[in-house]
């Protein structure tokens, strides 16, 4: 049965029109969100401006699985409050890893329930930290003590970095300011917590130099994709990609979705890594899924369950 699965997975590539193995995918960046409305609208899509279609809980979760499903998504860090992180691990273990968030939205996550739930496997990683939004630094002493659970614990961070939606400071978050997201703002934690695995969030865009300064020194960077490869001009989304592969860091790319409420993206993100000319299908694999793998510490065994051997 593996073998049938294996290969039907083997596709023509719409691009070079030779065959090749479609590659597995893990994303990095989705979020359990409940559904929302606006007006009596779902929120709309920043790019098209469209309604969400899917603008309850239980539209929200089942669209996105199955939007996962369709583009090859074996494996999706999904990031949110407590209760939604919950309700998405348990409707497909197989393929939602659990990320409590700490943002604007909720209540600061109890650091005792976050350690409990980590050690007992429901949840695999803290973030998306967005210290910006909240006018912090990322070594802000609010936010020290979930820093320092993640080195005690040894589980990944992730922290949003870069910039934000238009009009934040006044229409999200008052303290937000894009000065805020320079990934060098990360180094005083790093110095403090040698080797913690870190995913620096939306890959710090637009901060060029300071991402390539910052994941030079510091292997234990990482970065996602997440967002700038769907909402940002595609030629400059792929300006940006082919300079942190100019700068050596193909190894260290992460795919990432930031999915929210709009499906839809999955597929707009994915196709923004797939028809960058300048990647090798090799740097591909690796951004679509190898980098993510090694970051998880996932075993041989599951990444050979991922390409269904
Ligand atoms: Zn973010």
Known sequence: MRTIIASLLVIVSATSGHAQERVPIL????????????????LPNPV???PASSASDVALLQ??????EKHGIILGVASGAPSHVERWRLAAPDRILAAIKVDEVSPFPDIAELRASILKGQVSMIG??????????????????YFALAAELDVPVSIHSGIGAPNTPFECCPEF???LGNPLLLEPLLILYPGLRVN??????????????????????????????????????????NALITAGLGKRLMFGSDQMYWPEVIEWAIEGVNSASFLSDDQKRDILY?????FLRLSEEEIARHYGK
């Open 27 to 42: 994303d990095m960046h989705l979020h359990a969100y409940p559904g929302a409305q606006v007006g009596g609208q779902g």
């Open 48 to 50: 098209t401006g469209r």
């Open 63 to 68: 669209t996105t699985l199955a939007e996962m």
């Open 128 to 145: 998306e930290i967005q210290a910006q939004h909240l006018g912090l630094a990322p070594d802000d002493a609010a936010l020290e003590p």
């Open 177 to 179: 300011r894009a000065s």
């Open 200 to 241: 620096l969030m939306h890959a710090g865009y637009p901060y060029l130099d300071q991402t390539i300064a910052l994941m030079t020194v510091y292997p234990n960077v990482y970065a996602d994709l997440g967002a700038i490869n769907w909402v940002i001009p595609r030629a400059e989304f792929h300006r940006y990609l």
């Open 290 to 294: 190898h980098n993510a793998a090694r």
